[in-house]
């Protein structure tokens, strides 16, 4: 016979799924990452002359502890081509240009103008040979459409509060392609809200369970050039994944973004 407790397990009604755009949220970050020698991060901004600011920034994934690694299997830059599908280049070069014996990642930015941007990425060891190859089709936003749009929020991992600090005052900062972290980080969330008429959009974040529920408030500090910042420590949080929800209004209209993340032990 069953006890009530199983009973009432039998007998409830099914968990509702989470948000679509949860879901989306969580699985871009369940991407396996066993085998591969680096790990890569997109984001886009609004740039110059109506054209959009992509950041391409790239980590080099060690080996587990007590894990053997081949040293012939070790990124040591990246050799990055964007184009548009009609062949047009956007950008040509490695990341970074120079090999270095420790090298562990690197960023560039490019403009390119709205639309669809193919990227080919190339993964080289110390002696030039390529370990691993990635192909990605994106479509850059138009940020001058006339609605409230966001950048792509950037992360930064920081282990003390002087860390966060040092990263708040610099507007150039490289954001972290890492979205497993451990409780003794601290994150800080950089993004930039765009509304048309040069309004300033209204703010708010949130922090989610996987489930797409809230857990908290975020705040929401102003950052330098006209940036917005989010400070979260994890020491409080429990191994597993969460999101950060970040919303954006106008009188005219709101945007919102996504950024999942996993904390570790």
Do not use: H
């Amino acid at each position: 016979a069953l006890t009530a407790e199983e009973a009432a397990r039998a007998t409830a009604p099914p968990k509702p799924e989470p948000p679509a755009k949860v879901s989306a949220a969580l699985n871009a970050i369940a991407e396996p990452e066993r085998g591969r020698p680096a790990r890569f991060w997109i984001g886009t901004a609004r740039g110059d002359k109506g054209m959009t600011r992509e950041t391409f920034t790239w980590e080099a994934i060690t080996a587990a502890p007590g894990t053997a690694s081949d040293p012939n299997a070790q990124a040591a830059r990246i050799a990055l081509t964007a184009s548009s599908p009609d062949g047009k280049q956007l950008y040509k070069g490695r990341v970074p240009e120079e090999a270095a014996a420790a090298a562990t990642g690197g960023s560039v930015q490019f403009d390119g103008p709205p639309g669809p941007l193919q990227m080919r990425i190339v993964v080289e060891g110390q002696r030039g040979q390529v370990v691993d190859s990635v192909s990605r089709d994106l479509t850059l936003p138009d940020f001058t459409k006339v609605q409230v749009s966001l950048a792509t929020p950037r992360v930064f991992r920081g282990r003390t509060v002087r860390d966060l600090t040092t990263i708040k005052g610099n507007p150039n900062a490289v954001p972290t392609a890492d979205r497993d972290f451990s409780r003794t980080d601290r994150l800080l969330i950089r993004t930039e809200a765009y509304a048309p008429g040069g309004a300033v959009p209204a703010l708010t974040a949130r922090l989610l369970n996987r489930g797409g529920g809230k857990m908290a408030d975020l705040t929401v500090q102003a950052g330098q050039a006209g940036t917005s910042d989010i400070e979260l420590p994890l020491s409080a949080l429990a191994a597993g994944d969460y999101l950060i929800e970040v919303n954006a209004k106008t009188d005219t209209g709101t945007a919102q973004e996504l950024i999942a993340f996993k904390v570790g032990r």
